[in-house]
């Protein structure tokens, strides 16, 4: 039972224009999104996170929404640039997970930025 | 800055070895990770464990064990390694309290089963 899903395993954007990833989760009781970047052949960073208590956080090019009611989260990057080009992971935890910090993933998305 | 540190980078073993993919990470985190990733199956989460000698299954714990006897440390242990357990094997870290932690990731291990 995949709880968090990526639908789109690839999108192919032109460099400035704008990337939207999309995510959905079947969990109500998800109360905490991040999104992860991955090149290849290195570990996954940390990109940008929104609690459910917001429907929106920005951190420089990169905005994350949340639309708890359709439970379901996207993640924009404007102007999208190559360095961009990546895999991109969407993912979930609940509060009631108590401090083991277990996060779900989905499947991924890969973002291609041409120049 | 979280480093995650994990022994290899690449790892070839032959079906059937007991296999060990160890995990070090420097920033005094409670709860330590691993996962696999294949793909179009995105992370999927081993083992965990949130305190030292602790350890709780994740989606696909069969044919794997874990070790954590010191806090720094986590371990994967392969029992008997078969073909299908190829794959990029990713250790991650976190805190525990404070609100929500994201999880930090070493650069993974690409193992190979022959």
């Known amino acids: 039972d995949q709880q968090v899903k990526q639908n789109s395993p690839s999108l192919s954007v032109q460099e400035g224009r704008i990337s939207i990833l999309n995510c959905d989760y079947t969990?109500?009781?998800?109360?905490?999104f991040l999104w992860y970047k991955k090149y290849p052949a290195e570990g996954p960073t940390f990109l940008i996170s929104?609690?459910?208590?917001?429907d929106k956080n920005e951190d420089g090019r990169f905005t994350v929404f949340l639309n708890k009611s359709a439970k379901h989260l996207s993640l924009h990057i404007v102007p999208s640039q190559p360095g961009d080009s990546a895999v991109y992971f969407c993912?979930?935890?609940?509060?009631?997970?108590?401090?083991?910090?277990?996060?779900?993933f989905g499947q991924g998305t890969t973002l291609q930025v041409k120049p | 800055d979280v480093k995650v540190t994990q022994s290899s980078r690449y790892l070839v073993k032959r079906t059937g070895e007991k296999v060990f993919l160890e995990c070090v990470q420097d920033?005094?985190?409670?709860?330590m990770f691993w996962y696999r990733q294949d793909p179009g199956l995105g992370l999927r989460l081993i083992y965990f464990?949130?305190?030292?000698?602790?350890?709780e299954k994740g989606d696909i714990p069969e044919g794997y064990s874990v070790s954590r006897e010191k806090k720094e440390r986590f371990s994967l242990i392969l029992e008997s390694a078969s073909t299908n357990q190829t794959s990029m094997y990713l250790c991650a870290s976190s805190k525990q309290g404070m609100g929500n932690q994201p999880q930090h990731f070493g650069d993974g291990t690409r193992l190979s089963i022959l």
């Open positions: 993912a979930a935890s609940e509060s009631g997970s108590g401090n083991t910090g277990k996060l779900i």
């Open positions: 464990s949130y305190d030292v000698k602790m350890k």
């Open positions: 929104i609690s459910s208590i917001k």
């Open positions: 969990n109500s009781m998800f109360d905490y």
């Open positions: 920033m005094d985190h409670e709860n």
